[in-house]
Structures are given as structure tokens and as C-alpha cells.
């Protein structure tokens, strides 16, 4: 199973960024190329404690939806909402220029997996309390979907 903790994996990622551009057209939801890179990075923010997000967790995420959503061999289903914290149009941050935000999204996937970690994780505002093994899967599959949502 792919993860961020995987430097094949990570660099995978980091080379299907690249590829990211004013020209990629979004296959499915509503969000802009622009507006997607500011969801990654407030969603990364979120997690290592930089950026605030109100809980809307409970029992059934926090378990059940939790491990289908990590560890089932399934694609993320397309049109589940964000938190407002992490949504470019309803409290999250809003684009500037496209290669600030692809390079706001490079340094935030370093700090993320920077080894020795530098800071205390937070609690994932659907998932809850997540381990480091947790999060460098979540990590991985949040990027393979929004970037397969604009066809990388």
C-alpha cells in the first residue's frame, strides 16, 4: 500500500505535482486547479498543528470510515465534503499565484514527512487521533486523489 513514508511513493507524488498547471482541468467537484493546491496545503497545516479546524468527527468516522478509507484497496469516492478550514471558498485559503501555492504544497509535504518529526501531530478533523503510520497513508491517498481529480 502506497504511503508518504515510502520515498518512492513520495517522490511519485512530488513528480505528479510537477506535472500540475494552469492548463489541468478538473475531471470531477468544483474546485479550481488553484483552489485544490490551498485544500492540500490547509489540510497539511491542519495536521501538524499550523492551521485550526473544528471537528466533525464521531464514533463511525473515527472508526469504521476511518480504516475503509485508509486501508480498503478502493479510490476515494468523489464529492465528499472538506472542513470550511481547508475549503478555498468558505474559510480555507485562497489562491494566489499557481507556483507560490505548488511550492506551498512541496515545502508543506516536507515538513510533513520530515524524520525526526518536529512537531506534535493534531487530531484530523474527520478521522481523529491518527498514528504516523496513519498519517503517511492519508497523506498519500489525499494528494493521489485531488491529483487524479485533475487527470495526474
Not at 94 to 107: K, M, Q, T, Y
Not at 136 to 150: A, T
Amino acid at each position: 500500500m502506497k504511503t508518504l513514508a515510502n520515498s518512492e511513493d513520495k517522490i511519485e507524488i512530488l513528480q505528479r505535482l510537477a506535472r500540475i498547471g494552469p492548463a489541468s482541468q478538473r475531471l470531477w467537484g468544483r474546485m479550481t486547479v488553484a483552489q485544490m493546491l490551498c485544500h492540500l496545503s490547509d489540510a497539511f497545516r491542519v495536521c501538524i498543528g499550523e492551521r485550526q479546524a473544528n471537528s466533525v468527527s464521531n464514533w463511525f468516522k473515527r472508526s469504521v470510515f476511518k480504516w475503509a478509507g485508509l486501508w480498503l484497496p478502493v479510490e476515494w469516492p468523489h464529492g465528499v465534503s472538506t472542513v470550511p478550514e481547508c475549503d478555498a471558498k468558505h474559510g480555507g485559503t485562497p489562491p494566489a499565484a499557481l507556483e507560490n501555492d505548488l511550492n506551498e504544497v512541496r515545502r508543506l509535504l516536507e515538513r510533513f514527512t520530515e524524520q525526526p518529526r518536529k512537531f506534535e501531530w493534531a487530531e484530523h478533523p474527520i478521522f481523529g487521533h491518527m498514528s504516523d503510520k496513519e498519517w503517511m497513508r492519508w497523506g498519500y491517498l489525499h494528494i493521489d486523489h485531488h491529483l487524479r481529480q485533475f487527470g495526474e
